[in-house]
């Protein structure tokens, strides 16, 4: 199963990856229409942003039923399957974890009941910094959490959960403000889907009309294969509430647009518009601009599939350089949970990319890839092309160096591991065995997204982080791990009167297929 643009650059060595994709969200809205078939197809044209698990959950109006497991999409879903959930409203998640790690208990969407017999489902693409509050103040209201889940959207779903004498839309409206960090969310009760966006806008979100209803979704590619026509971005600091009385918007937060700049260079597909800007266009001119900036005599341009293709086309048609495909990638490699043994581990990226020699040998290569994080897959795609009779070998990376980590969405390595930190240009080029390297100025790379310098989340690149971090260590992908056990002890130390506060009712039916690495298969009732 190929990834949803059959990118395979960062994805090459699953013991060591590289940066891994925020998450793709997907709601509908639907009277009439077979919602959980177009959800299946929303996340399938999302499933390059997670490839960990999946999960759906739909309404007929009389309750919400979540069907979630660890997988590709098309590994968790069947036919039978999705004609089983049944409804004119559902909301799709396809998940890599940002916060908690990569379990079952933690696949979206989360749902939750409230005491007054609401239930909420939410699926969300980002990552808050400030989930250690959260998880305190969850504790502190009294409100029952799964003790298995550790990730930040279970928080937000209890708070939701927890205000039962207000409606969803109230309690969406005030507990949207106390969070703090990157989120794109979809969220829905038994008749209305909901989409909110940060007020910075980190993440995208899109929305949709079709001929009978609306979708949400993370990007406009997932309109397309749904049929639906694109109506505009929900706006940073916007929530949007749709049902049988039409589309109502509100405002929580005074928008402060700061979208992530490394959507445009690695994360979101080809075929998608941000903020106005087709994103195969935006990498074709960033090749242009590698070319302007750092030319090299050679014989071939060729991509390291298939990310760096449209900034290698670029390149070509800038230098005047021929293009063609120096590596073959297996569409079929994507993510798997079968490891490879020791001896098919030794060949590395063999197992996913091969040199077409006959094209290789004897030339000077320009290698075009979307960036360097910790190095490896570059030094092991040269390290082929030199084996296969490239006399030189010349890297040109689309993104300026990822010097700093990124707490809004995107799991990149830790700083300690980043290649950039500490070395220069020189250092890395050694480091690679690179005859020559160069990356993308940062001013390049902007201009190429014809977005404003100041509208863009650059944090990754040049260290200036839109939104205040926390002190200390209570951030990271592992932060309720560690987080809970503190909770825990503080609330072992309060008073006995808290155990009375009104915690929501049982959680209604919820079809929850177990991964096998969980409990040996079968279908949990909750």
């Known amino acids: 199963m190929p990834r949803g643009d059959g990118r395979l650059s960062q994805d090459l060595d699953p013991q060591r990856p590289g940066p891994q994709d925020a998450c793709g969200v997907f709601g509908v809205w639907g009277p009439g229409e077979e919602v959980a078939k177009l959800t299946y197809f929303g996340l399938y044209a999302l499933q390059h942003r997670g490839q960990e698990a999946a999960g759906i959950a739909v309404s007929d109006g009389s309750g919400v039923v979540v069907y979630k497991d660890l997988g590709l999409v098309a590994q968790v879903f069947d036919e039978p399957t999705l004609a089983s959930l049944r409804g004119h409203l559902a909301i799709g998640h396809t998940r890599y974890s940002t916060t908690g790690g990569s379990t079952w208990e933690n696949a979206q969407p989360t749902i939750r009941a409230t005491s007054a017999g609401t239930t909420i489902a939410l699926a969300h693409n980002g990552n808050l910094v400030n989930t250690a509050d959260l998880a305190r103040e969850v504790a502190e209201r009294g409100l029952s959490t799964d003790p298995s889940t550790t990730s930040d959207t279970a928080l937000v779903t209890a708070l939701l959960a927890g205000r039962p004498d207000m409606s969803v839309e ?71 509430a749709i049902d049988e009385d039409g589309l109502r918007s509100f405002r929580f937060a005074v928008p402060e647009p700061k979208g992530c700049l490394f959507e445009y260079v690695y994360i979101a597909r080809p075929d ?39 900034a290698a086309i670029g390149y070509a048609a800038e230098s005047g350089i021929t293009y063609g495909s120096g590596l073959v990638k297996n ?163 309060r008073s006995d009167g808290g155990a009375d506060r009104g915690a929501p009712g049982d959680l ?16 949990h009732h909750s």
């Open 331 to 493: 569409a079929y490699v994507g993510r798997t949970f079968i490891q490879p043994s020791q001896t098919l581990r030794q060949l590395g990226i063999r197992l996913k990319l091969n040199p077409l020699r006959e094209n290789i040998r004897g030339k000077r290569i320009v290698v075009v890839d979307d960036s360097i994080v910790r190095g490896n897959t570059q030094r092991a795609i040269i390290r082929m092309l030199r084996e296969a009779g490239a006399l030189e070998v010349h890297v040109r990376i689309s993104s300026p160096p990822v010097n700093w980590p990124c707490f809004y969405g995107i799991d990149f390595a830790t700083r300690a591991e980043l290649l950039a930190n500490g070395l220069d240009n020189e250092g890395i080029r050694r480091s690679i065995g690179a005859d020559s390297l160069g990356f993308v100025s940062l001013g390049g790379l902007v201009a190429a997204t014809e977005q404003p310098k100041t509208r863009l989340c650059r944090a990754c690149f040049d260290g200036e982080y839109p939104i205040p971090l926390p002190a200390g260590n209570l951030i990271g992908k592992h932060v309720l791990e560690g987080v809970a056990r503190r909770v825990d002890a503080e609330a072992e130390q």
């Open 170 to 240: 109230a309690a969406a409206l005030e507990v949207l403000p106390t969070l703090q960090g990157a989120f794109s969310f979809v969220f829905m009760d038994e008749t209305t889907l909901y989409a909110a966006r940060d007020a910075h806008g980190v993440r995208p979100l899109v929305l949709g009309r079709m001929e009978r209803g609306w979708v949400v979704a993370s990007e406009t590619a997932a309109l397309d294969i749904v049929g639906a026509s694109v109506v505009r971005e929900v706006e940073p600091g916007e929530l949007i």
């Open 272 to 310: 998608t518009t941000i903020s106005g800007r087709n994103v195969h266009a935006a990498r074709v001119q960033i090749g242009r601009q590698l070319a302007k900036e750092h030319p090299v005599e050679a014989d071939m341009v060729i991509p390291v599939p298939e990310s760096g293709t449209p």
């Open 508 to 523: 209604p039916l919820v079809v929850q297929r177990m991964a096998a690495s969980s409990n040996g298969g079968g279908t």
